[in-house]
């Protein structure tokens, strides 16, 4: 299989796409940002790396990074997770917040905001914003084996100050019981959420969940093999707002979106992909980095819904 | 891999559980089945048979009719369905009724309730209800290569006497114009509902799920090979109400459940899965067909989260 | 206080005004109506009648119906009325539905249509529908000291032809256990909701809720006292849909709008007031009939807001 | 009528009650307040005061501060108020979260809580909290027309540090853009819930709405006419929770209760009235106070509802 002719194929496609979404706009950082951007990255199982397009151009990873976050947090306090957060998927903004309300206070699963503001608490412990965020910084630098990783500061404050909603969100879990510091949690949440990666970063990141949790080049175990399945059960299930049972339907890969236009996708077995560009559909993902990842599982085979003979 | 084996210890495991659930009881036929019941069927995809415990016993396979009867409907109007139901997932019963009414009356998904009527009143068409039920019991018998498989008269009509819920659903979305035949359409979806089946016929039935599409024994195309993958993509994220997210997380691999207490589930390429025990999680799916799923992937590895090598 | 020159001049405010609002649609006999009609009848605590404009013609008084079917409930179970139906406001269409589920099949107030298809199933007890629907007409004709107060069959019908959301409603509540002959009593209430009436009829009708329960013409007792007190205070509060609020905020006087384009008004111990334009605002009461009540509190000083000697 | 008979054999009554409800325990202050007292205070439209029980101990008023907050933002912006926040009833709390999401943001009413913020916020204009509470309590004093009136520091300071259901309002509000100072509003918010009042003092205060608008002391129009009776429309409708049907259908008078246990209760033209007692019903109302306010209503023939004769 010609990977790279595949992804070739694919930028092309894109990089002429007339409809192309709307890029997010609520902060400056990313409104600004050229909508006429596509980069993608395949980190196969076997370490070699195909790269197209702005493949290595850094945008901000939003809510990619709760993937991440959520590994950290499975590895402080285990399954005790599941007693904050559920693992369901969750529909529409509107429904998060009439379900938060219906259920108690306990988001439906890791990948809303809710739900990973709950997880940035977890990863707080009782320790301090600055180091917490320090130590989700060096997770991002060893799983991605590059110090080059870095936190947009500029996006992080403007998180910080229009994000009106996620603190919100944090205190109304408070009035349930289900948030111990809401002013040092979001400020972890809004620090993650500002990870600049660029797509061959994101893709080499992903790996440990191609690698039934191990980390490739080091060897060691990231989470288990049990836990990196069930992160990907999740990303199946969850992992694009509301349209993951539409991700699934068409793709069939678990992935991870971002409102920075990313999408991190995991062929368990196979390859880390990683894909960007900043316009938005009407749910709130990636519209070409979708469609970039149907055309992928299409010309592939890749999809956990495929026989493996057919992949 | 010995399957025999590996379902007689989970087998031996389920019967002796002491916590069987809660059958369903708001029909006689349902609420006097006796509870201390379990049975597996797994068919492989190379045509070899394995069942233990009670695989020959008859129940009423309920909501894993929707599966069936969404296959028929793909046949019949294709992707023009996608315009009357989504696919994404619906959370609790109050979440379907409150999305249902946020989002113009068209159902979240094929297995939800609202849905599979829907669903129903596409495969009925124009046609009268009892030709349409003769086709579906028919299909099933194709499905199954078991002329045996039936339509449980009194639970049919049992069905259609305490379906006040499933009458609501209908009318409610017929005030949308979402529905066409609203009596026709609910006598189809009570009829279906009360398919009597065994494990050995279901898991035989849910083959073609397995081969691409493809029924292994007259090696025609029930559904096209992207369908088959998508349906199997909808079972994964809304197979289970609102304990999908946990079916994926736990067992990882696509199914469905009905209140009768059986589940199929499907892994692609390898085997078609059949179990069922009366008694009802929380959720409302079988609890220790759950559970003897979750052992059987343990045990074979099967999900589709597993890289094909750890299988 | 000239009340006819009052009325005569809100008459003429309304038959120049031009935004008329527009008419309910859902059914023919209610679409073909001519916008540009206006009539109102006052009937003071004294008997002295005065109408303006289109004061005799019949119009269909739909939800107004439900204050007079309260009565008949009342009389018939009492205060047992209320373990079936609330006495609080109920927002939208969209929250009644949602507060439906959330409590439990318990409508929240007789005057949305859940609770009034209740109150009807409490009319109808065990009897015939076409009994009951008599009872209800001639129970209109002795409050309006007026045999020809009729039933548009036409109406009758097409609302039973069209009311998927009320049957929706009514086999909801009986899967809750809130019903008891879901068929018979919708029967009873579209044609209730079909009592075709005229201002003047209608706010003879109303005089009882003027006199403390008693009909002024025969001296005998419709309801007690506190109970005509008590439905005038639901009329207050739950009279006008999701505009409720503000028809007290603006006019002060309890009343009952129908999507007909009527509203009945009662100014206990001074006059029953009933005024008709077609037209609906956004929250489907009668545009320019509020806007006359309003002027008329302004005019008259009757609010139930209004010190005493302010009127 | 001997109104000091009356309200003498009410205190007998209430401080013989055996059912007294819970009262509120959300912070020290509230829950370490003795359950057993009974206050009750009544100004007449004609000066004459009349008091009986624990009238003239001091206790948190707590949400009855919303009408005086609303008074004085109608004053400073007028009918502007009414583009930030609805008119309409509000159902549960559950309810009035939905909603706000269903309603982009604009609270239902200015009694719930997230309504009251608003206000709060209008009151507040770009001012300093510390000045807006200054303002606020000088009005309760000129109302009052006692000094003693005392803002309860250890209850504003309890009410900031567990108000995360309040925090969360805010903010979410403000992500719809309808508050402009979360921290500032909050900080007057919470001071005027801990105005620590006595019956009388709160009768007192609330004689201009007796007056047509009018404080009879000094003459002057606290607010105009017409916003008077729409203050007492909005009680009516708005005042006591989810239990604003019941008391209209109850008693009958316009009130706003508050989770201290006093409700202020206004008969337009005749007395201005404050109950207490710290234990609350199913739906945060004082259960003995508005049991004291049934039959006060009941033996002076006061309700808005009763035709002026009758009273």
Redesign the interface.
């Known amino acids: 299989m010609d990977i790279q002719r595949i992804i070739d194929a694919i930028t092309a496609e894109m990089t002429a796409a007339q409809h192309r979404g709307k890029a997010a706009d609520y902060i400056p950082a990313l409104a600004r940002v050229d909508p006429a951007q596509f980069g993608i990255a395949v980190v196969m199982?076997d370490g070699r790396v195909f790269t197209a397009g702005d493949a290595r151009t850094c945008f901000s990873i939003q809510s990619i990074s709760k993937v991440f976050a959520l590994s950290m947090a499975l590895g402080k306090v285990g399954a005790d997770l599941w007693t904050r957060v559920?693992?369901?998927?969750?529909?529409?903004a509107?429904?998060s917040?009439?379900?938060l309300?219906?259920e108690g206070g306990i988001p439906?699963?890791p990948f809303i905001n809710a739900g990973a503001i709950v997880v940035s608490d977890v990863v707080l412990g009782g320790g301090e914003p600055r180091e917490t965020i320090g130590d989700i910084l060096r997770f991002l630098r060893y799983l991605a084996d590059d110090d080059e990783v870095q936190i947009d500061q500029e996006v992080a404050s403007s998180e910080a100050e229009t994000g009106?909603?996620n603190?919100?969100?944090?205190?109304?879990m408070?009035?349930f019981g289900n948030m111990h510091n809401?002013e040092s949690a979001l400020k972890v949440y809004f620090h993650q959420c500002a990870l600049s990666m660029t797509c061959l970063q994101l893709a080499m990141a992903g790996r440990y969940l191609?690698?039934?949790g191990k980390h490739p080049g080091t060897g060691r175990q990231v989470v288990t093999a049990i836990r990196a399945?069930?992160i990907?059960?999740?990303m199946?299930?969850?992992g694009h707002y509301?349209?993951?049972?539409?991700f699934?339907?068409?793709v069939?890969i678990?992935g991870k979106s971002g409102v920075g236009g990313g999408i991190i996708a995991i062929v368990?077995?196979?390859a880390s992909i990683a894909v960007w560009s900043p316009g938005l559909n009407d749910r709130g993902n990636s519209l070409l980095g979708s469609l970039a990842l149907e055309r992928l599982s299409e010309a592939t085979g890749w999809?956990?819904?495929?026989?493996?003979?057919?992949?």
């Open positions: 199982a559920g693992r369901e998927p969750s529909g529409s509107f429904n917040v009439v379900q309300e219906h439906r699963n009106f909603r603190i919100a969100l944090a205190n109304y408070k009035s809401v191609v690698h039934d399945r069930r990907n059960a999740l199946l299930t969850c509301d349209g993951s049972g539409e699934a339907f068409r069939g678990p368990p077995g196979e999809s956990v819904f495929n026989p493996p003979g057919a992949r």
